[in-house]
């Protein structure tokens, strides 16, 4: 009993240096896109048999949908509502509880090779964002329908977080996103914000002082795995994350601290 106690309390050591007020965690930090590699993803639209669109990101993410202006079901208790928007052009609207999130323009490319999407909306905060990224034909010959791989990312309105410590453990604030999760390593806990799904949570471990791993969940199931290191100097750290089945779609975040 007493050799189990000393390990236990010997595992505890880097965990709780970590949530010291010290801690090289503790800060402001800023997302770098150009020293971030967010591409790589992939989803497919396909056709049903009833006439409706498809839409999987091969992980969590599936619903069908129509370009109709109708509104549909999507993930995360959200819908969407799709209109054609012009010539190989279409625009979508995602909303919760009736509420508009953001919206999407997507115009193909003359060869129907490339697919662009300008992402824009309104932040929690009041801030205003236009996003862009290209996506790249994978299969299909035309239109929507075909699987597509993201090449090229343009972030107009990079986020911060705010990671402090508190007495139980460590809490990370999003000003932009009012997104707030706090508490113990090991316990899922909820993430709150204005824009958050319902029933989203945020599970971390320490593996040591300086990279700590986690799980997002949605209604329980894990929707989000990543890894996060902190550089030697301490002055920025890596967010290496990826989706459920689709290890292979790793997408890497760097912050700067502030």
């Known amino acids: 009993m007493k050799q189990i106690l000393l390990v236990i309390s010997l595992l505890a050591l880097p965990m709780m240096a970590a949530f010291a007020a010290d801690s090289p965690w503790v800060g402001t930090w800023k997302f770098d896109p150009a020293k971030s590699n967010i591409t790589g993803d992939t989803f497919t639209i396909s056709k049903t048999k009833s006439g409706l669109y498809h839409f999987s990101d091969g992980s969590t993410v599936k619903f069908d949908f129509g370009v109709d202006g109708k509104e549909y079901k999507s993930a995360y208790n ?78 107009s309105s990079p986020d911060s977080w705010v990671i402090s410590a508190t007495a139980e453990g460590m809490r990370w604030e999003s000003p932009g996103q009012k997104q707030v ?33 986690y799980v997002v969940k949605f209604n329980g199931k894990p929707d989000t795995y990543g890894v996060q290191t902190l550089a030697a100097d301490g002055r920025s750290y890596k967010d290496v994350s990826w989706n459920p089945g689709k290890e292979n779609e790793k997408s890497t975040s760097v912050f700067i601290k502030q």
């Open 181 to 213: 999760v706090a508490g113990k390593a090991g316990v899922d806990l909820p993430v709150t914000g204005p824009t958050t799904p319902p029933n989203m949570t945020f599970n971390y471990k320490l593996k040591s002082p300086k990279q700590l791993s």
């Open 78 to 155: 959200h819908t969407t509502i799709w209109t054609k928007a012009g010539e190989n052009a279409w625009d979508s609207v995602t909303k919760a509880d009736g509420r508009e999130l953001w919206k999407i323009h997507r115009k193909l490319s003359a060869d129907g090779k490339m697919q662009e999407l300008t992402i824009s909306g309104t932040k929690p905060d009041g801030s205003s964002y236009s996003d862009k990224v290209e996506y790249t034909r994978v299969t299909g010959t035309g239109g929507l329908v075909g699987k597509w791989q993201s090449t090229k990312a343009d972030v």
